[in-house]
């Protein structure tokens, strides 16, 4: 079974400051692919990044990284120079191998974020 | 390009009542993906098809059914609602292409009076 842990409940921070988001999974698999969403409050679920079990490699996109650890069973996002705009709940999500009707998404259970101007 | 749509937006039903929720994917998506989201919780997968046949069901009753017509999109029924189907339902779509990463649409908002 597959599972997705997102410990931090709320979080709340002044703009421009840095921030964190955590994820923890387990799977059983040993490709499988792990995703981050953003929901802003009109509620559609917005895709961020996907990264699969076999790139370990950080990412950065703009003011967004991510910290993708297999030792840890960990895949965090960090907000730098955090914005109003940033405010939303934020998903992560693990697959196992996609493909031809398989993309099954399993969630956790968000973490909200708050910007403070 | 459009992406994925949903109807109705918001819907209102009372206990008993039959639902029809509708998806209609990104151009040239063949899956289709449908997913529950209670209020403070996370999306929990319903179902998933594929060239119009069902590739995965979640831990949901039978009174949820879905199917998916020649053109792609879909339908997500639930019949003799109960106050817990209130949810936010989220359809998803993907080309089902190897890799291929799930776009969601903006959710039919049901409340079950």
């Known amino acids: 079974a597959q599972k997705v842990t997102q410990a931090q409940t709320e979080i709340s921070v002044v703009e421009k400051e840095d921030v964190t988001l955590d994820c923890v999974y387990e799977?059983?698999?040993?490709?499988?692919?792990l995703f981050w969403y953003k929901q802003p409050p009109s509620g559609e679920l917005v895709f961020l990044i996907r990264?699969?079990?076999?790139?370990?490699q950080n990412e950065i996109s703009g003011r967004y990284s991510w910290n993708f650890q297999k030792s840890t069973s960990s895949f965090n996002f960090t907000i730098t120079a955090s914005q109003v705009v940033d405010s939303a709940v934020y998903f992560c999500?693990?697959?196992?191998?996609?493909?031809?009707?398989?993309?099954?998404?399993?969630f956790g259970t968000g973490t909200r974020l708050t910007i403070i101007p | 390009d459009a992406g994925v749509t949903q109807s109705p937006t918001h819907l209102i039903k009372t206990r008993g009542q039959h639902v029809t929720l509708r998806c209609s994917p990104i151009?040239?998506?063949?899956?289709v993906s449908w997913y529950q989201q209670v209020l403070g919780q996370g999306p929990q997968f319903i179902f998933q098809?594929?060239?119009?046949?069902?590739?995965g069901r979640g831990n949901f009753p039978d009174r949820f059914s879905a199917r998916q017509f020649p053109n792609y999109s879909s339908e997500l029924n639930v019949n003799a609602l109960l106050l817990g189907d209130s949810a936010l339902y989220l359809c998803?779509?993907?080309?089902?292409?190897?890799?291929?990463?799930?776009?969601f649409g903006p959710g039919t908002r049901l409340l079950v009076l």
């Open positions: 998803a779509s993907s080309s089902a292409a190897y890799q291929e990463t799930q776009y």
């Open positions: 799977t059983r698999d040993t490709t499988y692919y």
């Open positions: 990264r699969n079990s076999f790139d370990e």
């Open positions: 999500a693990l697959s196992g191998p996609l493909g031809f009707g398989n993309e099954k998404l399993t």
């Open positions: 151009s040239g998506h063949k899956s």
């Open positions: 098809y594929y060239e119009k046949e069902e590739r």
